[in-house]
């Protein structure tokens, strides 16, 4: 499927799950981050950084902006941020979700416990549907210990169908699609 193509129903997505989308050249991802931290008036950021975060200074760019950034001892740190980063492995199209296929328990919390998470994904990792993802997580091996989806902020209702966002998982949502080089 197209690139374009991919990007939009990605977009379209994770919009109609009240998440934000951004399209950002690699040159322009930390600017793009340190942008949507300051929107959200976040302060301090768990940032879970993978050789692309690192190849685009984003943790440099949010202390520049005066942003507290936390690289390490994440499963201490994260909980006390409000804001969270990873890098995610795959994204699913039509669903606007991204999947994180992962051994590292700090990873998983700074996904879980962000008040204000971003996603990061690379255009060529997206896929076009859940069943394209399944084929490619039954062929992986070894298989790892957590495999996530995320689909847009955390959603739960009561037994009188009260709905409330950001219980068990982020309250805003935003995932910034990368495009390849």
Do not use: W
């Amino acid at each position: 499927m197209d690139k374009d193509v991919l990007y939009d129903a990605f977009q379209k997505g994770l919009t109609s799950v009240s998440g934000e989308c951004y399209l950002a050249k690699k040159s322009e991802l930390a600017a793009t981050l340190t942008k949507i931290f300051q929107e959200k008036d976040t302060q301090s950021v768990a940032l879970v950084e993978s050789e692309l975060l690192k190849e685009a200074g984003a943790a440099a760019a949010l202390k520049a902006a005066g942003i507290k950034v936390d690289t390490d001892h994440l499963r201490k740190n994260a909980p006390n941020d409000k804001g969270g980063v990873t890098e995610a492995d795959f994204g699913i199209a039509n669903l606007g979700s991204i999947v994180k296929m992962e051994d590292n328990i700090d990873t998983r919390i700074v996904e879980i416990v962000s008040d204000v998470y971003v996603g990061i994904i690379k255009l060529s990792k997206i896929v076009d549907n859940f069943d394209t993802m399944i084929d490619i997580m039954a062929d992986t091996k070894p298989f790892p210990r957590f495999a996530g989806i995320i689909t847009g902020p955390s959603r739960t209702a009561d037994i009188e169908c009260v709905g409330t966002v950001g219980v068990h998982g982020p309250r805003q949502y935003s995932v910034i699609v990368v495009e390849d080089e």
